[in-house]
T-cell receptor, first 114, second 114 residues
Framework: EPEVTQTPSHQVTQMGQEVILRCVPI?????FYWYRQILGQKVEFLVS????????KSEIFDDQFSVERPDGSNFTLKIRSTKLEDSAMYFC????????????FGPGTRLTVT | AQSVTQLGSHVSVSEGALVLLRCNYS??????LFWYVQYPNQGLQLLLK??????LVKGINGFEAEFKKSETSFHLTKPSAHMSDAAEYFC????????????FGAGTTVTVRA
């Protein structure tokens, strides 16, 4: 069964460093999402992406964040200058269509900022 | 804005007993409702979803949920718990107004006693 993959599974970085989290969505999916979950808190929406542009972004998704689909398979989340409060589990998701359709989630990347 | 509240962060059940996880939603427009499950070190997997068809929704692994508009609820049940049901369960809501992004509850951790 097709699945969303994410790399790395765990990333440790120092405050102020740039990180890139990578995701490979399911191949025929057109809509892509990033969510994050800070330890002990809810899973929160960050951004949605369709047709090579951001569809919607949350208040969390400030200028330090960016997303890109550099080729036909990868979908990346970049944090330019990490802060301690960026430490969280980051989930990538994809869906075939927009609307109330299943979003398929990857296993997550645990980002630890020290 | 839409939101969900999950009552009870931890639920402990005996093997073979009823599993009941509570979810109440808030939405100004007809909602779409989802239950996701997360096993340790894995991504979120869709258990079932309500998209305005039948109010009683059956999902995978013997789970079902009933949409009750009058109670703004979407509780998840399973008649007989199995050891493999130990996981974290998330209720989520989406709607057209929010571009179908998922808004998650805080999650309920289920433990199953032998």
């Amino acid at each position: 069964e097709p699945e969303v993959t994410q790399t790395p599974s765990h990333q440790v970085t120092q405050m102020g460093q740039e990180v890139i989290l990578r995701c490979v969505p399911i191949s025929n999916h057109l809509y892509f999402y990033w969510y994050r979950q800070i330890l002990g808190q809810k899973v929160e929406f960050l951004v949605s992406f369709y047709n090579n542009e951001i569809s919607e972004k949350s208040e969390i998704f400030d200028d330090q964040f960016s997303v890109e689909r550099p080729d036909g398979s990868n979908f990346t989340l970049k944090i330019r200058s990490t802060k301690l409060e960026d430490s969280a589990m980051y989930f990538c998701a994809s869906s075939e269509q927009a609307g109330p359709y299943e979003q398929y989630f990857g296993p997550g990347t645990r980002l630890t900022v020290t | 804005a839409q939101s969900v509240t999950q009552l009870g962060s931890h639920v402990s059940v005996s093997e073979g007993a009823l599993v009941l996880l509570r979810c109440n939603y808030s939405s100004s427009v007809p909602p779409y409702l989802f239950w996701y499950v997360q096993y340790p070190n894995q991504g979120l997997q869709l258990l079932l979803k309500y998209t305005s068809a039948a109010t009683l929704v059956k999902g995978i692994n013997g789970f079902e949920a009933e949409f009750k508009k009058s109670e703004t609820s979407f509780h998840l049940t399973k008649p007989s718990a199995h050891m493999s049901d130990a996981a974290e369960y998330f209720c989520a809501v989406s709607s057209l107004l929010d571009d179908y992004k998922l808004s998650f509850g805080a999650g309920t951790t289920v433990t199953v006693r032998a």
